[in-house]
């Protein structure tokens, strides 16, 4: 019995109807968070692309409201980013703050090549109407076919805007005073990174270091599907400095933002208060492998979690640790409180479970067993596995038995992280209707993945095989009244 309702999330933005696919414009302005994104409201299937809207004040429930950009002459509205033009740089503003989005123009006429240009709308009444700029594009590459997703940021030290945008396999830097008038200053990424597949949606930001006083300069790629690798589309990052003309990343290393599968084309917002100060981002929770294949019905698509973005850094080098952001726990009571459970072969922990979303925050120690399991039983034959493979160290996450997997070959794939697995472990998860999102060690790892149960949970069991483990600390959360 397939509806609307199906796998519809409780704690994830979803569009009402038809496709979605990446966030764009995600900005914060006069106690609204807002959140475009990637939209075809004719069909539940990527196509001409509109720029949809929603807004919220806690990032976690959303009213969608009117479709903000549509197509026009210069073509589709692909992805992009908006800003608050606090200063009136834009001249488009003479009496208040409004808000400018800047966004990649798609021009796809047959039997030519498409042609992907930067332009700009305003609004004036917080996102709610936007006046296209009459002398749009404002900005054109002379030669790459790929030439889009501009992130545009305030930076403070060249006082200029600059803007990050996708050209092939690298990323492109351009600064203006004005949003309207944009000048190139480098390009980054031949030779470093992961080159899989095209670049797309960059995000560059400062973020600060755990317990320093410091900060580094982390930039987001996005990495298109290449059908010859198992891992579909997932977004890399890089740790270093930015001059306000030049990105210099501080390692060699390949860093991947997420191990699962279904995270990609993530960005940051835009003007979160400085009394806030947090980074915070979220992703389109999907995968270009079988995005368009998913079994939703009459929708397609939600985003992740929303989640606050920090540094660590571990001797030399430093990793990007993600973690839901606050305003998700008043969402949730807690249910069960557990410390101390020792769990072996033959005694699994256990506890029933019925509600449409929940939570669990384990610490793992002591752990003598060759592996251990926590498995959300979602009916009598749909389980989905979290395994803990203390020999290999290796996490995994297994999907294939978690209900409705046969769209695609693919989505059956086990999804891993490598770490120490005997050391103590803290593993969270956030699972909702048809997704969870897993936080290893504070946010050190995330793994996030759909699923397509017939029901979230009935059961949750914590197993272990040749040996033991305890749980020393032990919460589950249920939904709040
Ligand atoms: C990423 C992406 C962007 C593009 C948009 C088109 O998922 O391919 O590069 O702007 O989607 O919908």
Redesign the pocket.
Known sequence: THNLLTYRPNLHFAPKENWM??PNGMVYFKGEYHLFF?HNPNDSI?GP?HWGHAVSKDMISWEQLDIALYPDDLG?I???SAVVDWHNTSGFFPNEPGLVAIF?H?LHEEGKTPV?RQSLAFSSDQGRSWIKYEQNPVLVHETKV?F??PKVMWHNDTNKWVMAV?TGQTISFYSSLNLREWKFESEFGERMGSHDG?W??PDLFELPIIGKNESKWVLLV?I?DNPKLESG?RTQYFVGSFDGHRFTPHHKDIKWLDAGKDN??GVSFSDIPEMDGRRIYLG?MSN?RYANKVPTYGWRSQMTLPRELQLQQKQDSYAVIQTPVKELDSYFSKSDSLGNVVVSDDSPFQLELNTPYFMFDFVMENVDAASYSITLHHTSDQITTLHIDTKKNLLLLDRSQSGKVDFSSNFTHVQTIELDCTATLKLCAVADSSSIEVFVNDGEYALTSLIYPDKICSKLSVSSEQGTINIVKGIISVPSE
């Open positions: 696919n990446d990637q990527h692309m589709t692909f992805s992009g990649t798609h992907q790929d889009r997703d996708a095209v797309e949606c996005s298109g589309s990609y084309a389109w270009w």
